[in-house]
């Protein structure tokens, strides 16, 4: 490897073939990727990348005779940053998929060097002397160019670009001791989480569990060298003691360790919360912001910290009274099975009696769908549905490298046979591979070239000669997924840092969640349904089912997502220590609107709630995102497929006035031109069986 020279142009790190991490293709040549070569690739690239932000600078002193422009400020900064990060998402990717601890230390070695170059760059002045006077440059821009410039100098500024030294200093130092102490908070969490166990000798507590749940308590005693079974707070077990075990004793020590967890030392994370609460109010006001809400939020489609908690507080006041009803026939269906003296509910109560109504209401049990979901069946249904919606084509691309035999690779096509771009399907769980389901988009290409993408999760796997079958939620996973996946490649934006999903936080969840919506479609159904067997088409009494549960103690799940976003927003808006006080107690009394029964005075979830702590930024301030996108989801998909029926002109509009802009217009813009209007709360309240 030979270190770059500062003469070459931006350009030549995107086009540098040589270097597997530098590619321009939309291909990775996976398989030959080695971890001992991170180091000095990332090095190097850095070096470049310095060298390329130090040319920039040089601009804003050059004269009239260079004078500073578009190409040689923003559109070069654009091209580095988007090298560098490209170079790391595909170290993070195999982090991601396929770590060794050879490619964990090498991403470890990267990471914070990357990390502070990124962060810095709103803090150097050259720099941002460079863009400032590029921005005053005259010559007009298209309107998307326009919006880029704009945001980039919104985001200097919101990052500090404009403080005096001594605070970009004091700014510095806050947000290194935010990063160290939310990776501390995030830490805890995991090592009190894997700290709890309950060691049971005698299998009759577990009364109740399904069967594979006590298989995998038995096993858990097994590998920690005991008899009898071991309860752990690791969500597949506490979810299945909470919801089926006899014992309510159990179920009450479950749920309050869980409720408990990272608040005893050397795991404690209360005086975390308080010194991370302090320190975003901190660097908030420094950065001119009234609160760390109005900060975070500046950039949203929400705007500001206000309209956030208008819209949260509006939804609460529409589901109160149908959140109560629900609250009383749960106790009143508890006394219809145990009599009058039955005691009112607890916490640990509610997901038990909660399942116990369904089943007597529905007689509905998941399982029995399973056998009729096949992924290659869904995979091809969704297929189908995005060539009858959108004109597009996926064909199979066997002959593109990957990093494990299991990935498949497609090809997704336009409408004109056009490639937009390659993806790849890694959906079955690994030992080497992170929980969850998620959409990566490695590579966004400028209009005409394509993109390069990946949806990878931890679905039901094929099990002997079984094809690997779904449970519904996994359908949903899958087509979840598939929508960023789209947004990502029918992308056509000429700024590629506004393509695709780097839209709003709370924007990004709409093309996904509202592609979920054709699960339940009776259009769809038979597209992505069959017997693995014999090929029957799924009965309509299950879809019947579905459906149905769909609309099952809504409000009650509605309420409690209502009540941590109120507790996010509180706390990055109102919470003052000195009137407040503890900010747990504080937390205790906000959520307590959120569960129809009393919390116990121990309860803590704030002192884990890793959504708010556990990164300097993640979903802090922005936990409504979740309810906001499921507001624009259920309003759009009401215009997108009218009757829940495959519409292909309405799949057209959607495709070209919305799902393909990426972020090259403001959100509600794009929303408003497929749409027709704003958003409004009611086709959410109408899916979810809320309006009266
Ligand atoms: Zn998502």
């Not at 559109?75 to 560098?84: D, F, G, K, Y």
């Not at 912001?289 to 309209?307: N, P, S």
């Not at 009494?541 to 769909?550: D, G, H, K, S, T």
């Amino acid at each position: 490897m030979t270190e770059p020279s500062a003469s070459e142009s931006p350009g030549a790190l995107a086009r540098e073939a040589a270097h597997p991490l530098r590619v321009a293709e939309p291909r990775v040549p996976f398989s030959a990727l080695r971890p001992e070569d991170v180091v000095p690739e990332m090095t190097a690239l850095l070096a470049l990348a310095r060298a390329g932000v130090a040319r920039i600078a040089m601009v804003a002193g050059a004269g009239p005779e260079a004078p500073a422009t578009y190409e040689n400020t923003f559109a070069a900064l654009e091209e580095i940053e988007i090298s560098v990060d490209r170079a790391l998402g595909i170290v993070r990717h195999l982090e991601d998929v396929a770590t060794t601890p050879a490619w964990r230390s090498a991403y470890d070695a990267v990471r914070p060097e990357v990390a502070a170059f990124l962060d810095g760059l709103p803090l150097d002045a050259g720099l941002w002397a460079a863009l400032r006077a590029a921005a005053a440059d005259p010559a007009p821009l298209d309107s998307v160019r326009g919006r880029y410039v704009q945001r980039v100098v919104d985001a200097f500024r919101r990052e500090g670009a404009e403080l005096a030294s001594d605070d970009k200093a004091r700014l510095a130092e806050i947000n290194g001791a935010l990063s160290a102490l939310t990776a501390r908070f995030a830490q805890n969490v995991v090592d009190a989480t894997a700290g709890w166990s309950l060691h049971l000798p005698d299998e009759t507590h577990l009364a109740g569990l399904p069967l594979a749940a006590v298989a995998a308590a038995r096993a858990e005693a097994t590998n920690r060298g005991r008899d009898g079974c071991v309860l752990t707070l690791a969500m597949p077990c506490y979810q299945a003691v909470l919801t089926h075990a006899l014992d309510a004793g159990l179920r009450q020590t479950l749920y309050r360790a869980y409720n408990r967890r990272a608040t005893v030392p050397p795991h404690d994370n209360r005086p975390l919360v308080a010194e991370i609460l302090a320190l975003r109010q901190r660097k908030a006001r420094l950065l001119g912001f009234a609160h760390y809400a109005d900060f975070v939020l500046a950039d949203r489609m929400a705007g500001t910290g206000q309209r956030a908690r208008a819209f949260v507080t509006d939804l609460q006041a529409r589901t109160q009274s149908a959140f109560e009803a629900e609250a009383a026939a749960l106790h009143a269906f508890r006394r219809e099975l145990e009599g009058d003296s039955a005691p009112a509910l607890a916490p640990w109560d509610l997901a038990f009696y909660a399942q116990k109504l369904q089943q007597a209401r529905y007689a509905f049990d998941d399982e029995l769908l399973r056998p009729y979901f096949p992924l290659e069946r869904v995979l091809a249904g969704a297929f189908a549905l995005f060539e009858r919606l959108y004109g597009l084509q996926v064909v199979p691309r066997p002959d593109v490298d990957t990093w494990h035999p299991d990935v498949t690779v497609y090809e997704l096509r336009t409408e004109t046979g056009a490639s937009a771009g390659l993806f790849h399907v890694d959906l079955f769980p690994r030992p080497t591979k992170r929980d969850g389901a998620w959409m990566n988009p490695l590579m966004v290409s400028a209009p005409g070239v394509p993109h390069l993408g990946l949806i990878a999760g931890n679905l039901s796997p094929p099990v002997g000669d079984r094809p690997a079958l779904l449970r519904f939620a996994e359908v949903e996973t899958v087509f979840h997924e598939l929508g960023h996946l789209l947004h990502h490649l029918v992308s056509r934006v000429p700024v590629r840092s506004l393509s695709g999903t780097s839209v709003a936080w709370d924007f990004v969840e709409l093309p996904s969640q509202i592609h979920e919506n054709f699960c339940y479609s009776p259009a769809v159904m038979p597209l992505i349904s069959g017997h693995f067997d014999t090929g029957e088409p799924m009965p309509a009494a299950f879809l019947q089912a579905l459906r149905r549960a769909r609309t099952f103690r809504a409000a009650t799940a509605q309420m409690r997502q209502l009540a941590f976003a109120e507790l996010d927003l509180a706390l990055h808006i109102d919470y003052d220590p000195e009137r407040d006080g503890d900010p747990l107690a504080y937390s205790r009394t906000i959520l307590q609107a959120g569960t129809p029964a009393p919390l116990p005075d121990d309860h803590a979830l704030v002192a884990a709630f890793s959504h708010l702590f556990a990164s300097p930024v993640a979903y802090s301030a922005g936990y409504y995102s979740y309810k906001w996108a499921e507001v624009l989801d259920a309003d759009a998909f009401e215009t997108l497929a009218p009757n829940e029926d495959i519409d292909p002109a309405a799949g057209r509009r959607f495709l070209e006035s919305l799902l393909s802009r990426g972020n090259s217009a403001p959100p509600e813009a794009l929303f408003e031109a497929f749409v027709g209007r704003p958003p409004s709360l009611e086709p959410l309240l109408r899916r979810s069986g809320l309006l009266a």
